[in-house]
């Protein structure tokens, strides 16, 4: 753990799901070279959900030059664009194609059916935070900060697949959204936020039948989002005790420093789902590790310079030497 270390929740979480993946990701900075394209549309939807409270909203309470939803539209077609003609970004332009449908669907139809319909008293969009507790610093970014009858709340935007009557319960146990309260409130102890409001936005439930075009097809997933916003927008208020959030606090203390005392690293099991270090951790031939190392992960922007050395042949063992308030 660096000096200059802000302790996430996704540290955290990374930390108890996967002591090596921690070693490799947040001590050693170990980044993919890889572009990670399973977090990309649900980037741009974050993006554009944001631009709408930021710019469209924000720059009528500050009597700004108006930003409209068509704007924001043609700004994303033209980064789409952009994105689309750079190499190993997709599958193929049928894939692109469907992934900025998706992506319309879901701006336009939060738009018309949750954005322009909110009653909120005030708005933080996106936002990077950070605060000391206990002489760590803790840090993350919020989806947005807002005040609804009175009372604040922390907001978060989700896109899934699906969403079960399992994940709604998961919600109201969910550490990150304790996580994020307890900062919101460590800024600002005078607003006392009480939960956090989550906006789930779920994936086409529609498949391309046989006798439609490409283009037809795209045009029915977003039509899809505007004739049943209530399957695809689901929004769910979570709330947490005063005595949750402190018991929360307190751990998050425990936890940094036993991340500090910790000394054993253990490869996982090949049982570990999505990870980009996957393939590195588990490979046994050490020459194809060198090669991962090499070509796909890089520290601080360069190739990294404590791993790639040690393997010199294939039969060798592997030496694993802004403060902003609320209105």
């Given at each position: 753990?660096?000096?200059?270390?802000?302790?996430?929740?996704?540290?955290?979480?990374?930390?108890?799901?996967?002591?090596?993946?921690?070693?490799?990701?947040?001590?050693?900075?170990?980044?993919?070279?890889?572009?990670?394209?399973?977090?990309?549309?649900?980037?741009?939807?974050?993006?554009?959900?944001?631009?709408?409270?930021?710019?469209?909203?924000?720059?009528?309470?500050?009597?700004?030059?108006?930003?409209?939803?068509?704007?924001?539209?043609?700004?994303?077609?033209?980064?789409?664009?952009?994105?689309?003609?750079?190499?190993?970004?997709?599958?193929?332009?049928?894939?692109?194609?469907?992934?900025?449908?998706?992506?319309?669907?879901?701006?336009?139809?939060?738009?018309?059916?949750?954005?322009?319909?909110?009653?909120?008293?005030?708005?933080?969009?996106?936002?990077?935070?950070?605060?000391?507790?206990?002489?760590?610093?803790?840090g993350g970014k919020i989806d947005g900060l807002v005040k609804m009858d009175g009372k604040y709340w922390t907001m978060e935007h989700k896109t899934a697949s699906s969403f079960s009557e399992t994940d709604r319960r998961l919600l109201f146990i969910d550490d990150q959204t304790t996580h994020y309260l307890v900062l919101a409130n460590e800024l600002y102890p005078e607003k006392h936020f009480i939960g956090s409001i989550r906006n789930i936005l779920k994936k086409p439930s529609i498949k391309q039948t046989k006798k439609?075009?490409?283009?037809?097809?795209?045009?029915?997933?977003?039509?899809?989002?505007?004739?049943?916003?209530?399957?695809?927008?689901?929004?769910?208020?979570?709330t947490?005790?005063?005595?949750?959030?402190?018991?929360?606090?307190?751990?998050?203390?425990?936890v940094t420093a036993e991340m500090a005392r910790d000394v054993v690293f253990k490869a996982p099991s090949r049982d570990c789902g999505m990870c980009e270090f996957m393939e590195y951790c588990t490979e046994p031939v050490a020459d194809i590790k060198a090669n991962i190392l090499m070509s796909q992960f890089r520290i601080r922007g360069q190739r990294h310079q404590e791993l790639a050395p040690v393997f010199v042949s294939p039969n060798s063992s592997v030496n694993q030497t802004e403060r902003s308030i609320v209105q």
């Open positions: 753990m660096g000096s200059d270390a802000k302790i996430t929740y996704s540290e955290i979480r990374t930390w108890k799901e996967c002591r090596y993946k921690h070693r490799l990701g947040y001590q050693q900075r170990l980044t993919s070279l890889v572009p990670k394209t399973y977090f990309r549309l649900g980037d741009f939807v974050h993006r554009y959900i944001d631009a709408m409270y930021k710019e469209m909203r924000g720059s009528q309470s500050q009597h700004l030059p108006t930003v409209t939803l068509d704007d924001l539209m043609k700004r994303l077609e033209v980064e789409w664009t952009a994105l689309s003609k750079q190499p190993n970004q997709f599958e193929s332009e049928e894939d692109a194609k469907i992934d900025l449908a998706i992506i319309r669907g879901m701006v336009l139809g939060y738009h018309d059916h949750v954005f322009s319909k909110e009653q909120f008293e005030g708005v933080v969009t996106e936002r990077e935070v950070q605060c000391e507790i206990g002489g760590v610093v803790f439609e075009t490409l283009d037809e097809y795209c045009r029915r997933v977003v039509d899809d989002y505007h004739s049943r916003p209530e399957h695809y927008f689901v929004r769910i208020l979570v947490r005790t005063p005595e949750e959030i402190a018991a929360y606090r307190e751990y998050m203390q425990t």
